[in-house]
């Protein structure tokens, strides 16, 4: 089975700073791809950005990049310039294969808190 | 461009009772999720469907029942309502395939009393 770990519970960043959330997966599959979801107080859940695993390049979504380490199983989300509007949970999430579903598999989340 | 709607947005349920929470897409999405997401949790899955009239089960599916009759429905049923089925549960659609993402529900927020 494929686990997700989030192991930051909670997340602190001033208001224009720099800070990366990390995540490690657990998969035995080749290919697969990786997301990371953003869960504002409205309980939305929005897609930040995602990765595919057999490409080197790490995405990059405006002021969001990855850091995709795949011999490491490592997927960590740094958010550039933070803004009062990135305050939310952010969940890291693998997508499991055809036999599951294409089902994502979650993290338990780590919530960001920006200080101005 | 509704997306994916989830009906209701709220509900109190008494131990016992049953209920339905309604989801609907109009993407023309083969691949249906129910979510359940407990406080300070990462998104759990309920049941999945790939098309209509094929359902699963996926992690924590002890309680709830689905059915897939068309393309874009795909309600979940709680018979029997307990409080550990106090949560937060997210309906989502995708084409399918590992590289696309999930268009989420607004989500329905369940307390059992």
């Known amino acids: 089975a494929q686990t997700v770990t989030q192991s930051q519970p909670e997340m602190s960043v001033q208001e224009a700073e720099t800070v990366t959330l990390s995540c490690t997966y657990d998969?035995?599959?080749?290919?697969?791809?990786l997301f990371w979801y953003k869960q504002p107080p409205s309980r939305q859940m929005i897609l930040v950005i995602r990765?595919?695993?057999?490409?080197?390049q790490n995405a990059t979504e405006n002021r969001f990049s990855v850091n995709f380490q795949k011999a490491a199983k490592s997927f960590s989300l740094k958010i550039s310039d933070s803004q009062l509007g990135d305050a939310a949970m952010y969940f890291c999430?693998?997508?499991?294969?055809?036999?599951?579903?294409?089902?994502?598999?979650f993290g338990k989340g780590t919530s960001l808190l920006v200080t101005p | 461009n509704a997306g994916v709607t989830q009906t209701p947005k709220f509900r109190i349920l008494k131990i016992g009772q049953s209920m339905t929470l309604q989801c609907t897409q109009d993407?023309?999405?083969?691949?249906m999720y129910w979510y359940r997401q407990d406080p300070g949790m990462g998104l759990k899955l309920i049941y999945y469907?790939?098309?209509?009239?094929?359902?699963d089960k996926g992690e924590v599916p002890n309680g709830y029942n689905v059915s897939r009759s068309t393309t874009e429905d795909f309600p979940l049923r709680l018979e029997l309502a307990a409080p550990s089925q106090t949560s937060v549960y997210f309906c989502?659609?995708?084409?399918?395939?590992?590289?696309?993402?999930?268009?989420f529900g607004s989500g329905t927020r369940l307390t059992v009393v």
């Open positions: 989502a659609s995708s084409y399918g395939g590992s590289s696309y993402g999930y268009t």
């Open positions: 998969t035995s599959e080749s290919d697969y791809y």
């Open positions: 990765q595919e695993a057999y490409k080197q």
């Open positions: 999430a693998y997508i499991s294969g055809v036999n599951s579903g294409y089902a994502l598999n």
């Open positions: 993407m023309n999405h083969n691949y």
């Open positions: 469907s790939v098309g209509a009239g094929i359902t």
